[in-house]
């Protein structure tokens, strides 16, 4: 497939092509990307495709949510066929070493491959990794707005609940900071596609190095400081890209 093929199954026309896509990955895809969507500046749904159109500072962006690495090398492929120059993976992680809290920010420079697709696009052994200029852009953004972050690398897996208490200990002692299920596949499609790319993940769902659940409620207080610090981890990662591509790194 070729770049109008790409195109014409985002239904978009050349002009329209985002800059950047901004890919939630969160169970629950229809919800998040409503809830995203209004974080974009004159937001328009996507007619053909599941997503958005729209800008965040001045940057054009488009906004596509994905469960699972699958989903989430699909939406990818897709947008960066398409056009899309890079590509954000923002949603949530589960926390594998003790001491993290709720909002807490990971921009992980490569991520393990155990998600089961990045195989597909990359060979063995070769690292499922972030652009670090873009990577650090993203950093620097947060910084500005004093939200500190991580760097550390990331576990991507296929499987959400076949986790057990052995397996989070196995993950937790080999210094994976969380576990998510689409970084590796994002990253593996981008750096085979050739796109800039790098990621965002905050803090949201569940500490199960210290058996805090995912199933376990929030408070209402917890919640709305949840939204307000994803709301401002987006707008970062869009910031993080403008420095990026003004810096002469691309796009």
Same mark, same amino acid.
């Given at each position: ?51 958005? +159109? ?69 060979a ?38 076949a ?16 576990v ?12 085979? +596609? ?18 805090d ?7 209402r ?31």
């Amino acid at each position: 497939m070729g770049t109008e093929d790409h195109q014409r199954v985002l239904g978009i026309a050349a002009e329209d092509v985002p800059d950047l896509l901004l890919l939630v990955g969160v169970f629950d895809v229809h919800g998040a990307r409503a809830r995203f969507a209004g974080y974009l500046e004159g937001a328009r749904e996507m007619g053909r495709f599941p997503g958005y +159109l729209g800008t965040v500072g001045g940057v054009r962006v488009g906004l596509s949510a994905a469960f699972g690495g699958p989903m989430a090398a699909v939406h990818a492929h897709t947008w960066i066929g398409a056009g899309a120059r890079a590509v954000v993976q923002l949603g949530w992680f589960g926390a594998l070493q003790a001491g993290m809290g709720f909002g807490d920010v990971l921009v992980p420079r490569h991520a393990q491959r155990e998600d089961g697709v990045s195989d597909w696009y990359l060979a063995k052994g070769i690292l499922s990794d972030a652009t670090a200029g873009f990577a650090s852009g993203i950093t620097a953004a947060l910084g500005a707005r004093g939200i500190p972050c991580g760097e550390h690398a990331i576990f991507s897996t296929p499987a959400l609940l076949a986790e057990s208490r052995e397996v989070i200990a196995d993950w937790s002692r080999h210094g994976w900071q969380g576990v998510d299920m689409e970084t590796a596949a994002t990253f593996a499609v981008a750096k085979a +596609l050739g796109a800039a790319r790098a990621a965002a993940l905050i803090r949201l769902d569940d500490l199960i190095s210290e058996e805090d659940s995912l199933v376990q409620s929030m408070a209402r207080e917890r919640r709305a400081f949840i939204r307000e610090r994803e709301r401002a981890v987006l707008e970062c990662a869009v910031e993080g890209y403008a420095r990026f591509r003004d810096g002469g790194g691309g796009g």
